[in-house]
Antibody
């Protein structure tokens, strides 16, 4: 069973970089079965896909965030990270890491989410 | 503005049937790419409810079913129960964006 756990600061100042980590357990992050994603949800609003990573394929990002986002992997720690630069209040949201099998494209596994507030 | 359009809210009495629509375009649902459905309870992460290309995950009752026609997908819930009250989201792939897209979410209220 794949388990995911987000971690990182809950408060980030405007114009700074938001950095989050997602610890993966139950499967190796180098597994060819899964793609690893970040998804966010502003309070009271819907879900927004941020991007996805697979250790054997190129990383893809939401075009609306592409210029500010980097998703990378640390295979030694079996986790992947999200960096979002030049944040504003509009980036305040609950951030989830999630995993989907490449064969289905459905997000079968989710972390519990981490609230990140952008404020000075 | 979400790429996939869902009604903001639907409601029904216990035992009734409700449907939640999810309308997209020729670059996603109409392409056709699979549509998946999620249920989100307050203060919890979304959970996969129905996978559009395989059987529903274990534990998901067969009161729930999905369908698709053209650029619109639908989730139907029959025999409505209090435990069905939640937010529901649809998700698909969009070829013009080369990424995953979600609906704006529908709040289901059991009267």
């Amino acid at each position: 069973q794949v388990q995911l756990q987000e971690s990182g600061p809950g408060l980030v100042k405007p114009s700074q970089t938001l950095s989050l980590s997602c610890a993966v357990s139950g499967v190796s992050i180098t597994s060819t079965t899964y793609f690893w994603s970040w998804i966010r949800q502003p309070a009271g609003k819907g879900l927004e896909w941020i991007g996805r990573l697979h250790t054997r394929e190129s990383t893809n990002y939401n075009p609306s965030l592409k210029s500010r986002v980097t998703i990378s992997v640390d295979t030694s720690r079996n986790h992947f990270t999200l960096d979002l630069t030049s944040v504003t209040a509009a980036d305040t949201a609950l951030y989830y890491c999630a995993a989907y099998p490449g064969a289905t494209g459905s997000f079968d596994y989710w972390g519990q989410g981490i609230l990140v507030t952008v404020s000075s | 503005q979400a790429v996939l359009t869902q009604p903001p809210s639907v409601s029904g009495a216990p035992g009734q049937r409700v449907t939640i629509s999810c309308t997209g375009s020729s670059s996603n649902i109409g392409a056709p790419y699979d549509v998946h459905w999620y249920k989100q309870l307050p203060q919890t992460a979304p959970q996969l409810l129905i996978n559009g290309n395989i059987n529903r995950p274990s534990g998901v009752p067969d009161r729930l079913s999905d369908s698709k026609s053209g650029t619109t997908a639908s989730l139907a819930i029959t025999g409505l129960q209090a435990e069905d009250e939640a937010d529901y989201y649809c998700q698909s792939y969009d070829s013009s964006l080369s990424g995953w897209v979600f609906g704006g979410g529908t709040k289901l209220t059991v009267l």
